[in-house]
C-alpha cells in the first residue's frame, strides 16, 4: 500500500484495506490540499495591489505573481511536465503550457489568476466527488468495530477481525449487529433499513438468519456467528457497489476515447490561433495570447468528469435505498428500457401458498379444518403447511389429534384415522374415484376456483365430502402498483411462468400485465428473451436469481429479488433488489433515467460552452480570465448537476 501510494504522490492518491474503517476526516476547509490555494490567492491579491503604485511590469509584483504560480500550481506543474515528457496531452498538459506561454509573454497577472481559479476548480471536484461516495463511506460505518461475545463462561469485547465462526454474541437492546449469524436464544425486532432499505422492522426468534449491520430494537439476543467480517452481506455489498461506481459506463467510454483525440485536435487549434494570424500581419503578442486562451479553454475538465460524478452519485443512491446496480452500464441500461419480464412465483407472487378459501359441504369448518391439519401434519406435501398455518390462524389445536393408520395414495393424497373414523384428504381427482362421480353442485364450485387459478383440495370419507379447501400462491401486496407504474411509463410488461395457463392468466390479469407467456421452461423463458430483445432491444428480465439464470444473463438487465443475503442474487443479477420490495423497481428506472439525462446535459453543456468561448477569439474577445471561467464553470455546473441525483428518493 505505501509503495502504490508513493507511485500515485502526484495524484494525491490515499489508499486503505479493503476491509479498514474510514478514518475522520478533517472538514473540507481545513484540507492541507486546500491551504496552498489560500496562501496562493492572499499572495495574488498582494501583488495586485502593489502592481497600482510600482506598475505590472516591477519586480515586486512579478516576484509576487510568479510565488502565486508556483505555491499553487506545484502538483499541476508536476503532472503537466510528467505528462509532457511522455507526450501524453491531458488538462495538467494544457495548462502547464499555457501558464509558462503567460510568463513569457509578460502576462504574469493572469498567469497567477488562471493557476489560482484552477486550483480552487479542482478544490470543488474533490469536495463533490467527497460527497458523492459518501455513500460508500456510510456503508462503512454501518456495521460496528466490536462486538460482546461469550466464549466458555466469559464474556469479552472483541475486535470484528478476532471474532471466529461459531462464537456467541450477545447483542443487547439498541444495538447493532456486528457480524452475520443465526439467532441462538431471545426474540427482538431489527432495524434492517440499512441493508434492505425497507423501513419496517422484522422479528427474529431463535432459528432466523440475521446480518451485520442490522440495529436490534428491544430483546436481548444471542446470535451464533456464521460468516467472517469480510464474508458479511454488508461487506459484499461494500465490495460491488465500489467495484460498480470503478466501473466504466458507455458514455463514460465515449467521452475517454473522445478526449483522447479531441486534446491534440486543441493543442493543434491553439499553435494555428497563435502563428497563423501574425503571418498575415497581426500582433504576435496578441494572438499568441489568444492561442493560450484557446489552450485553457480546450481542457476537457468538464467533459471528463460530466459521467463519472452522475455514475457515481446514483449508484451510491440505490445502495442507499437498498438497490444493488452492479455498475455504470446497467445503469445507463435500465435508463433505456423498453420491456420488463416478469417471473411469476416469487416474484409478482410471495411463491409461498396460502389458504384463500374454505367451503363446507358437511359439518363445521374450524372442525374439519382441525382434523384436515392433524392429517396433513404427517405428509411433505408443499401445500400441508398451508393448511396447518391456516388452522393455527383459527386457532384449532389440530396438535391435541392423533391421526393414525396415516397411508400416502401417491399422487392423490392422504388417508388417516382420526378418533376411530378414516379421512381421505388429496385432489378431486381422488374422490372421483372414491365415490365414483361427484355431485353437480360441488364439481361447480371445484371448476369455479380451479377457474380462478387455485388449486382445490377436499376433505371427505369414502361415503361423503365434507370440506372444499382452495389453495393458491398469493399476489405480493405491491405488484399491482408496481406494474401500474411501469405501464404509465411506457413500459411494456410480461409475465413469464412455467405454471399452467389458467393459473398464469387468473395471476396476469390481477397483476395487470400486458403479455403472459404460460407453460415454460427455462430454456423457453431464454428464447422469450432473445425474442423480447429482438423487437424491443433494451429488455428486463426480473427473478429470484436461480431458476431464472439463463433468462436473467440474456437480458439487458438482469433483476434478482435479492432476499437478504441470497449469495445467487448479489452474483448472478445486474442489479439486486435487496428486499424483494418491488416497489425499489420504478424506482431504479427513474433513477437510471435521471442519470441518463444528466449525463446528456452534462456533455453537451461542456462541448456547447467551449465552443462557444472558442468563437470569442474571432473577434480577438477571448481572455485568460474568460477561458478558466469557462473552464471552471463548467466543471463546477457538471459537477453540482450530477448531484441533484442524490436527492431522488424512493
Excluded at 469479552?156 to 462464537?167: A, E, K, N, S, T
Excluded at 455504470?328 to 407472487?349: C, S, Y
Aim: proline share 3%; charged share 20%; net charge negative.
Amino acid at each position: 500500500m505505501e509503495a502504490v501510494e508513493k507511485a500515485g504522490a502526484f495524484e494525491n492518491l490515499k489508499l486503505r484495506a479493503e476491509n479498514e474503517k474510514a478514518v475522520e476526516r478533517e472538514p473540507f476547509w481545513k484540507q492541507k490540499a486546500n491551504l496552498k490555494v489560500y496562501i496562493s490567492a492572499i499572495i495574488l491579491v498582494v501583488s495586485w495591489f502593489l502592481s497600482e503604485p510600482y506598475g505590472q511590469d516591477h519586480l515586486y509584483p512579478i516576484a509576487g505573481y510568479a510565488a502565486a504560480i508556483i505555491i499553487g500550481g506545484n502538483t499541476l506543474f508536476l503532472k503537466g511536465f510528467k505528462n509532457l515528457a511522455k507526450l501524453n496531452f491531458d488538462m495538467s498538459t494544457l495548462m502547464t503550457i499555457a501558464i509558462i506561454g503567460a510568463a513569457i509573454i509578460g502576462e504574469w497577472g493572469e498567469g497567477a489568476m488562471v493557476v489560482i481559479l484552477f486550483a480552487i476548480s479542482e478544490a470543488l471536484e474533490r469536495f463533490s466527488m467527497e460527497k458523492a461516495r459518501q455513500s460508500i463511506e456510510s456503508l462503512m460505518d454501518i456495521a460496528p468495530n466490536e462486538a460482546l461475545v461469550r466464549r466458555g463462561h466469559e464474556e469479552m469485547l472483541i475486535h470484528v477481525d478476532d471474532i471466529q465462526i461459531g462464537d456467541v454474541m450477545i447483542v443487547k437492546p439498541g444495538e447493532k449487529l456486528a457480524m452475520d449469524g443465526v439467532v441462538l436464544k431471545g426474540t427482538s425486532s431489527l432495524n434492517q433499513a440499512a441493508i434492505t432499505g425497507e423501513s419496517v422492522p422484522a422479528v427474529k426468534t431463535a432459528g432466523d438468519e440475521v446480518f451485520a449491520g442490522t440495529l436490534n430494537e428491544e430483546g436481548l439476543l444471542e446470535v451464533k456467528v456464521t460468516k467472517r467480517a469480510e464474508d458479511t452481506t454488508i461487506a459484499k455489498i461494500i465490495h460491488l457497489v465500489e467495484e460498480a461506481q470503478a466501473e466504466k459506463a458507455p458514455s463514460q467510454q465515449f467521452v475517454d476515447r473522445f478526449a483522447k483525440y479531441y486534446t491534440p485536435a486543441i493543442i493543434v487549434l491553439a499553435f494555428l490561433i497563435a502563428v497563423v494570424p501574425p503571418l498575415f500581419g497581426g500582433e504576435w503578442s496578441e494572438w499568441i495570447y489568444q492561442g493560450l486562451a484557446a489552450l485553457v479553454v480546450g481542457c476537457p475538465c468538464a467533459l471528463v468528469v460530466s459521467t463519472p460524478v452522475a455514475v457515481v452519485t446514483a449508484i451510491g443512491n440505490a445502495a442507499r435505498n437498498g438497490v444493488l446496480i452492479k455498475g455504470g452500464i446497467h445503469l445507463e441500461e435500465t435508463g433505456a428500457l423498453k420491456a420488463v419480464a416478469f417471473d411469476k412465483t416469487g416474484t409478482l407472487t410471495k411463491g409461498v401458498p396460502a389458504v384463500t378459501d374454505l367451503i363446507t359441504i358437511s359439518g363445521e369448518e374450524k372442525h374439519l379444518l382441525q382434523i384436515t391439519a392433524a392429517i396433513e401434519k404427517g405428509s411433505q406435501h408443499p401445500l400441508a403447511s398451508a393448511i396447518m398455518k391456516k388452522a393455527e390462524e383459527m386457532g384449532s389445536d389440530f396438535n391435541g389429534l392423533n391421526a393414525e393408520e396415516f397411508t400416502s395414495i401417491t399422487g392423490k393424497g392422504v388417508k388417516a384415522a382420526v378418533n376411530g373414523v378414516l379421512y381421505y384428504a388429496g385432489s378431486p381427482n381422488l374422490f372421483e374415484e372414491l365415490h365414483s362421480g361427484m355431485d353437480s353442485f360441488i364439481q361447480k364450485q371445484i371448476s369455479d376456483l380451479q377457474t380462478q387459478g387455485k388449486t382445490v383440495m377436499i376433505l371427505g370419507t369414502e361415503s361423503e365430502i365434507l370440506l372444499l379447501i382452495a389453495v393458491a400462491d398469493e399476489m405480493r401486496d405491491h405488484s399491482k402498483t408496481v406494474i401500474s407504474k411501469l405501464n404509465e411509463m411506457g413500459i411494456k410488461t410480461v409475465m413469464l411462468t412455467g405454471d399452467n395457463k389458467r393459473t398464469a392468466l387468473e395471476i396476469g390479469k390481477q397483476a395487470g400485465v400486458s403479455e403472459i407467456k404460460a407453460d415454460l421452461l427455462p430454456q423457453d423463458k431464454l428464447a422469450f428473451i432473445k425474442e423480447l430483445r429482438a423487437s424491443h432491444q433494451s429488455v428486463a428480465m426480473v427473478g429470484d436469481g436461480v431458476n431464472d439464470a439463463p433468462a436473467l444473463a440474456a437480458a439487458a438487465v438482469g433483476v434478482a429479488m435479492g432476499g437478504v443475503g441470497t449469495d445467487t442474487a448479489l452474483e448472478t443479477a445486474d442489479i439486486a433488489l435487496m428486499s424483494d420490495d418491488l416497489r425499489k423497481l420504478p424506482y431504479t428506472i427513474k433513477l437510471s433515467q435521471k442519470a441518463l439525462g444528466i449525463i446528456k446535459q452534462n456533455i453537451t453543456f461542456s462541448l456547447g460552452i467551449k465552443a462557444l468561448a472558442l468563437l470569442l477569439v474571432v473577434p480577438g474577445w477571448l481572455t485568460l480570465w474568460i477561458a478558466i471561467f469557462a473552464d471552471m464553470g463548467a466543471t463546477l455546473l457538471v459537477t453540482l448537476n450530477s448531484l441533484r441525483l442524490l436527492k431522488i428518493k424512493k
